[in-house]
């Protein structure tokens, strides 16, 4: 083989070579872009399996922490319940009420019906109280799953996260209304006073504040 031949053999395998390279650094970038503007696979389907996510026993701060952040008791409940606000109290009062029948297990239900002993209500408040918290705790199940499925910090995200929020406030509000509707006015002054004497002394409210350079 003369060296020109070789030369030119030379020549053509750097040419594929690098053509060959050159494809595979393209896909490596669209996977990137992908995989950092596109939402998980399915997302907003519920995982099967996953169990229900247990009501906090106190507030998350909105919106999250941010990098080197920190958590600062801004209110305490048991020290100055009067600056719990009411909306706030009454949504903590429905979470640790709202039981999902189908799947919680004796223990949700005693723990329920020792509230409403500590409440005071009638036997017919009772029946009043669980009917207007029926379906709120598959809603609000529901609702953390969808939350999991965004873990990426994209505007539709953003959106879907804020659209989830609503929507957790809504089921709190109605749960909210139709106690107000259908309890007795004793049930509901019963329920009233629990709520400022006993659900706000165990809230604390958190602030987040950034460490300045």
Do not use: C
């Not at 990098?67 to 640790?96: F, N």
């Amino acid at each position: 083989m003369e060296w020109k031949q070789i030369v030119l053999l030379l020549m053509l395998s750097t040419m594929l070579l690098t053509l060959s390279r050159f494809r595979t650094l393209a896909g490596d970038a669209t996977a990137a872009s992908m995989s950092a503007d596109s939402p998980l696979p399915n997302a907003g389907q519920p995982k099967e399996g996953l169990p229900s996510a247990p009501a906090p026993s106190v507030p998350h701060p909105q919106g999250g922490t941010t990098a080197g952040s920190q958590l600062r008791v801004a209110v305490r409940g048991d020290e100055t319940p009067e600056l719990i606000p009411d909306r706030l109290a009454y949504y903590h009062l429905i979470r640790a009420a709202a039981i999902e029948s189908s799947n919680d297990g004796a223990a949700a239900l005693l723990r329920r019906g020792h509230m409403m002993e500590q409440i005071g209500l009638s036997p017919d408040d009772r029946e009043v109280f669980i009917a207007a918290l029926e379906g709120v705790r598959e809603e609000l199940t529901r609702i953390e799953l969808d939350r999991r499925q965004w873990t990426f910090d994209t505007s539709t995200a953003r959106a879907s996260l804020e659209l989830l929020k609503q929507q957790e406030v809504q089921a709190m509000e109605w749960a909210q209304a139709r106690l107000e509707t259908n309890l007795s006015q004793d049930g509901l002054r019963r329920v009233d006073n629990y709520v400022h004497d006993s659900v706000k002394r165990r809230i604390v409210i958190y602030n987040t504040v950034v460490p300045e350079d």
